[in-house]
């Protein structure tokens, strides 16, 4: 079947804004995603003719995408939106998604390996590779189908960073971008990978018009490899180019210019503040100020079992906090979101029951009658970490690296008293946050248990005067804005 090319404006992601569970009588049971993307695209509205393509995630997905074809899902079930599901087969989804994607990508951009035993790039690791290429090709081939002439085409992430160059090759007419929700690892941590791969992933992202992070340091990390690994020339502000001065604003490669740009991802106000108050959250609001006590202060962190938001030196410098300065104790209760991530991996299920074992160890140790120390949470529920948002009186995000790091921005939104940010030096959202919060070193767990007590001793004066500056900061640039902001720049 010939798809008709008739889409001006596409986006193309991993996860898509809907999701299908599959019955046991052959039912579809469809259930709307959130996040930026979603409210982004929302800013173009299903009368633009745009169409998002992703891939299906799970058996309810492939089904639904096998029974909508090469056509498109049924809008009733994406909210008007016009979305082409791609039915990957599972073992070449597992080999680029896991096997790639989140095991060997992820850990380049957020500096996770233990490099005395890892990585090892085998003939399993070639086979993986493979199949993320063909992954990519899967997109570029159903970009290239449904894109209308000199269409615009907005790639997101790691997941795809093969498809700019792939598409350009199907269809040289089309304006393309790609963004990265990631850090992006400097040369020589990047040059882990092997030569062709590194090689590959950048002149995939150089297929694109316009290549954009959510900060500068970003930008100019994925230059600075164009450079060390490509031998491409920088281009900086002001018409230089190579080791002058300067933002980085270009690369040059192989006769093609290839735009760099900044779009910090901001909160989403309007939607958290009128969920925040709804009655889900006001009843989860009084279950947490139970369990936490009258008169005690709440330290709050939300988070996935993610390697790189570093739960565990969080524990530590809490059970510090505690060792350190005993006026605390019986005072301050850490409310802990550790939402369980990616248990299909080995390491990602040791890291959950690392998180488990040391706040039981704080429980144990420190805890009494009338007080537990650490409530830790591992049930994903949005309405109680809306709740907590409102509550908290310091917000913990210690990540060791982040492309950017939306809970540091949508805690000061929502909060209702003002809350004292303790934030790593190492989150995206320092660059736009740093200012009004308490920057810590991720991996100093004596520094951050010092800020800890810096936060939980601030007044309410000055907490309530850095959250304004912090909320203001955060809705800056909201996600409708900054996927309009993108369209813009291509």
């Not at 991996?443 to 800020?451: F, H, Q, S």
Request: hydrophobic fraction near 40%.
């Amino acid at each position: 079947m010939v798809v008709p090319r008739t889409a001006p404006i596409l986006v193309a992601s991993n996860r898509g804004p809907v999701s299908y569970t599959l019955g046991e009588d052959g039912s579809l049971t469809a259930r709307r995603g959130g996040g930026g993307l979603v409210s982004g695209l929302s800013a173009i509205g299903p009368e633009s003719g745009g169409v998002w393509v992703c891939a299906a995630l799970g058996e309810g997905d492939r089904e639904a995408a096998r029974r909508a074809g090469d056509s498109h899902l049924n809008p009733g079930d994406t909210g008007g939106q016009q979305v082409r599901m791609l039915d990957i087969a599972p073992d070449v989804f597992a080999a680029a998604y896991n096997g790639v994607a989140n095991s060997v990508l992820w850990f380049i951009h957020h500096l996770l390996y233990q490099t005395p035993v890892e990585p090892v790039f085998d003939a399993e690791f070639t086979e993986q590779w493979a199949a993320y290429e063909s992954y990519n090709a899967a997109f570029a081939d159903a970009l290239a189908q449904e894109a209308v002439d000199e269409a615009v085409v907005l790639v997101q992430d790691y997941h795809l960073a093969l498809v700019p160059a792939m598409l350009r090759e199907r269809r040289p007419d089309l304006r393309i971008g790609h963004f990265c929700h990631t850090p992006w690892a400097p040369p020589d941590y990047y040059r882990l990978l092997p030569d062709e791969v590194a090689a590959s992933v950048l002149r995939g992202i150089l297929g694109s018009d316009r290549a954009a992070f959510h900060t500068e340091r970003w930008a100019t990390a994925f230059a600075d490899c164009c450079e060390a690994v490509l031998g491409a020339e920088i281009v900086r502000d002001g018409g230089g180019d190579g080791d002058g001065g300067g933002t980085v604003t270009a690369v040059r490669f192989e006769g093609r210019e290839t735009r760099l740009g900044v779009h910090g991802l901001g909160a989403d106000a309007d939607f958290l503040r009128e969920r925040s108050r709804q009655a889900d959250v006001d009843e989860r609001l009084s279950s947490l100020r139970a369990q936490i006590g009258p008169g005690r202060k709440s330290i709050v962190r939300v988070d996935r079992t993610e390697l790189s938001k570093n739960i565990v030196r969080g524990l530590l410098a809490y059970r510090r906090l505690l060792e350190t300065r005993p006026e605390w104790r019986e005072r301050v209760v850490h409310v802990a979101f550790a939402y369980p991530s990616r248990q299909d991996l080995a390491v990602y299920r040791d890291y959950t029951e690392r998180v488990r074992r040391i706040a039981d160890e704080i429980n144990e140790e420190y805890g009494t009658e009338g007080w537990t120390p650490v409530a830790l949470h591992v049930k994903d529920d949005f309405a109680r970490s809306l709740a907590a948002y409102r509550l908290a009186d310091v917000a913990l995000v210690n990540p060791i690296r982040d492309g950017m790091n939306l809970v540091a921005k949508e805690v000061p939104v929502v909060s209702e008293r003002g809350c004292a940010l303790v934030l790593s030096r190492e989150a995206g959202a320092y660059a736009e946050l740093g200012e009004d919060a308490l920057v810590v070193n991720p991996y100093d767990v004596e520094g951050t248990a010092r800020a800890l007590h810096e936060a939980l001793r601030m007044s309410d004066a000055e907490r309530a005067d850095r959250t304004k500056r912090l909320a203001a900061a955060a809705i800056a640039l909201p996600p409708q804005a900054w996927f309009l902001a993108q369209l813009r720049a291509l």
